[in-house]
């Protein structure tokens, strides 16, 4: 989906004839707005593409206007995972309606036990209540099962390729209170690998708030050539910034 938004957008930017083939440029444009971090709105990379997609019409002799509103998102303000002398970043997943992944302030202390993929089977001869369990995160919506068992937080471990219908999978309309976390993979599977052995003492920090951000539409005229339908309006809309089940 958000590949189709893209292009969308290119082909609103590349609209002239003398660049619409132009294949090394689209590909920049791609590999530009997918380089500068997350672009949800109201993080730093949602503004770079703002920028971007205003100097690329203004750069078609175009005359852009902004329009500017205000947001409210969850910005996660950092996050870390220790076991061991081992210390990873921990991003966390979009909140579960509006609780966010805020834990205390001291952090928390639990054991850490592998889910796998979260079937009920997994969890045989497991105590899940009150400890971290750490998943695969194309165990879809299995992530329930260990939020119902008791579990303390979940921490999934990033796949080699993540799918629009996995991460549609995590998201939660009930204010659940069970904290949820994304670790990149090479950590994930460092961690996987030690928990093979049994349960691991592990501690975790992190915090994200909702905050007001600004936010930005930006638009330009084109005057058609025809000069019997240029008074006429056609509007061409796309998206610039991006969702994700992991806001940063």
């Known amino acids: ?19 619409a083939d132009d294949v090394a440029s689209l590909r920049s444009t791609i590999e530009y707005l997918s380089s500068s971090g997350s672009r949800l709105a109201g993080y730093p990379g949602s503004a770079q593409a703002a920028d971007y997609v205003e100097r690329r019409l203004q750069s078609l002799g175009l005359q852009t206007h902004r329009d500017t509103f205000s947001v409210v998102v969850p910005v996660d303000l950092g996050g870390r995972l220790q076991w061991g002398d081992e210390s990873v970043e ?42 971290v369990v750490v998943l695969d995160f194309a165990g879809g919506d299995n992530w329930l099962k260990a939020a119902a068992l008791g579990a303390r937080a979940v921490v999934f471990v990033a796949p080699e390729l993540a799918t629009t219908g996995q ?67 056609v509007l061409l809309h796309a998206y610039y910034d991006a969702p994700s089940v992991v806001p940063a």
């Open 167 to 233: 991460a549609l999978a995590k998201y939660s309309q009930a204010p659940l209170d069970v904290p949820r976390f994304w670790l990149e993979r090479s950590a994930g599977e460092q961690l996987r690998r030690r928990l093979a052995a049994g349960p691991v003492d592990v501690a975790l920090w992190s915090r994200t708030d909702w905050l007001e951000r600004p936010a930005w539409n930006i638009w330009a005229e084109m005057t058609g050539v025809d000069p019997d339908l240029r008074d006429e309006k």
């Open 1 to 19: 989906m958000i590949f189709a938004l893209i292009v969308s957008f290119i082909c609103l930017v590349y609209s002239t004839a003398s660049v």
């Open 90 to 131: 921990l991003h966390a997943l979009w909140p579960n309606a509006a609780r966010t992944a805020t834990l205390p302030p001291e952090g928390v202390r639990a054991s850490a036990i592998w889910g796998g993929r979260g079937d009920w089977a997994d969890y045989n001869g497991m105590e899940v209540a009150g400890r």
